[in-house]
């Protein structure tokens, strides 16, 4: 009986390792290739604002944050930097800085795109949305209703 204990107690913590290993690797494995570093230099230089993120927000840890330079224009939203890869991260406007996930009011929000890549990004702003309503953006990590980086673009 104890062996069989010992098994099942190995194993399930061998699959629960697993699943979390793949949790975070999968998104680095299936990410599509980071667009061109001349082609976010030139979609920053257009635009209305930038903003920098960094790790020390209250919300930032080990494995949830973001750093580099967020530039925002009527059409897209670009980043330069790094993200921690994780799944399903979408990216928001918001009202207000969101520093944790505790502060997140989506009523005071909208969704703009998907974040697909880790090594930088450009998420074309929907027709119809004014950047001009907001003041920061969100990068949130919709699965696990996790915060990543966020960085205010207008005072």
């Known amino acids: 009986m104890g062996k ?4 099942l107690i190995t194993h399930a913590v061998a699959v629960a390792v697993g699943f979390g290993l793949g949790v975070y690797f999968l998104p680095i494995l299936t990410a599509p290739p980071a667009p061109d570093s001349a082609k976010l230099e030139e979609m920053a230089a257009s635009a209305l604002y930038t ?20 530039s925002v224009s009527a059409t897209e ?7 921690a890869p994780g799944p399903d991260y979408k990216l928001y406007l918001t009202q207000g800085l969101v520093d944790h996930e505790d502060t ?4 005071k929000a909208i969704q703009i795109g998907d974040v ?22 969100l990068v949130w990590c919709e699965a696990f209703s996790e915060f990543i980086t966020a960085a205010t673009y207008k005072n």
């Not at 069989?4 to 098994?7: A, D, Q, S, T, V």
């Not at 997140?104 to 009523?107: G, K």
């Open 4 to 7: 069989l204990i010992r098994f």
């Open 51 to 70: 903003a920098e993120l960094t790790r020390d927000l209250p919300g930032n840890d080990f494995v949830h944050w973001g750093e580099g330079t967020v």
């Open 77 to 83: 939203v670009t980043h330069q930097g790094k993200l």
């Open 104 to 107: 997140f009011d989506r009523s």
């Open 116 to 137: 697909k890549s880790f090594s930088g990004f450009i998420v074309s702003v929907p027709e119809g949305v004014n950047v001009e309503d907001y003041d920061s953006i």
